[in-house]
């Protein structure tokens, strides 16, 4: 039986939670930030939450994740 390659990027980008969700940061928070609001900086902070359709597609690719 062969291995699965997984995908490096996907990887670097993405965590496991302790309850198995996969949680990424927000881009859009690196530079050029004058012109953005407060309320929106700090909602890019937090981070995200895949959802399920798309965590069913992800898991496929990176089974090892």
Do not use: A, C, E
């Not at 390659?5 to 496991?16: E, Q, V």
């Not at 798309?54 to 090892?64: D, F, H, M, R, T």
């Amino acid at each position: 039986m062969l291995k699965i390659k997984t995908i490096k990027s996907i990887k670097k980008r993405i965590k496991k939670t302790s309850s198995g969700k996969l949680k990424f940061k927000n881009s859009n928070l690196r530079h050029i930030l004058t012109k953005k609001s407060k309320k929106r900086k700090r909602k890019l902070k937090k981070k995200k939450i895949i959802n399920k359709k798309y965590s069913k597609i992800i898991k496929k690719i990176n089974p090892y994740l």
